[in-house]
């Protein structure tokens, strides 16, 4: 019984250092696992990889391109000489005149009414001059016969150039009617092609208000507009070469005819007309042109696309990439082109730049590089 009872003791005591021993050994494995977690784990560097290109330079020639219209080398704005209503018009857009056609007519009845009162006063005064005439023979030979004094022969003779001269008032009055009412019909004086209409049937019109353009034929030209800091450029331009949009495969040389002394008070701009040397007969009239006019100056040109231009402020900026290191740099840029830009300072043959996801780079940040040259 006793010995029972010792059995029991002993195994209590066994059961209570087993619990024990078991408790603080996963009480130190807890710990050595949350030891192990509260650990700060190592940072992994992320390193970007950007697309880049290596510049480089073409030797071509920096020029400008301007926009324009293919123009006439004579103009010639045509308007009605006297006030009126316009009753008809003969031409249209394009159409082609020679000299002396009627491109457009006016109301002449006042005008016709004038020539027939001028007239009425030629016959009045011709008829005082053929009774001049006849009382001067008569008191001539009055005179030769004694009949009449010196004094009274000359009263005559007096009155016989008042009659003259009334010819001649009355003569010159009727030629100008005449002329007035020839001017209610508005005539071309140079061949050429109507560009221009400015008045319709029923409009009135005063004297000097131009209604029709005639661009005379021969020479062709283009109108285009330069800003005041190109036009010592334009002038030294060691060629110019004019292309049309409607004509893909056209180009013709052309030459500076004429640079407007002042600049135009809305647009600020210099009008300039450039001369189309041995224009085809397929450049028409009104035709978009482009100028291009190129610089004495022939050095590396670089351009790079679009997308690689960080906008920080008003100064453009690229992304350089030197030693994997990322550097931000500033460029002064020019002309833009299909999806390119022209870069004057701030870069060089050889310097590597970022060309995609520029917005997205830091200051100072490593990158892997990949591209191709530019």
Known sequence: M????WLRKVSRKKLYYGITLAVVGLC??????????SRPKAEVEHIPVVRTAVIGGTNSVQGYTYSGEVRGRYESQLAFQVNGKIIKRNVELGSVVGVGDVLMQIDAKDLQQTVNN???QVDSVESQLRLAESNLNRYQQLLNQGAISQAQYD????????????????????????????????RADKPGIVSTIT???????????????VVQDGEREVAISVPENRIEELRKAREIKVSFWALQNVTIDGKIREIAPMA?????????????????????????????????NTQPIISIPLAAVYQDGNT?????????ILTLRPIQTANFGNGTIQVLSGLQQGDRIVIA????????????VGGDSL
């Not at 130190?28 to 696992?33: M, P, R, S």
């Not at 996801?357 to 892997?368: A, F, I, N």
């Open 155 to 186: 009263q005559y003779i007096n009155a016989y150039n008042v009659a003259v001269a009334g010819v001649r008032q009355a003569s010159s009055q009727y030629a100008q009617g005449a002329n007035q009412l020839d001017y209610s019909l508005l």
């Open 199 to 213: 008045a319709e049937a029923g409009q009135v019109v005063s004297s000097g208000q131009s209604v029709v353009t």
């Open 118 to 120: 001028n007239s009425a």
């Open 2 to 5: 006793q010995q029972l009872q």
């Open 28 to 37: 130190i494995i807890g710990g050595v696992i949350w030891k192990e977690h």
């Open 316 to 324: 453009p900026k690229v992304w350089v990439v030197k030693d994997d």
């Open 264 to 296: 135009d008070q809305i647009t600020r701009t210099f009008n300039v007309r450039i001369s189309l040397i041995n224009p085809p007969p397929e450049i028409k009239l009104g035709m978009t042109a482009a100028v291009i006019v190129a610089s004495n």
């Open 357 to 368: 996801g520029v917005h997205k780079l830091k200051e100072g940040q490593k990158v892997k």
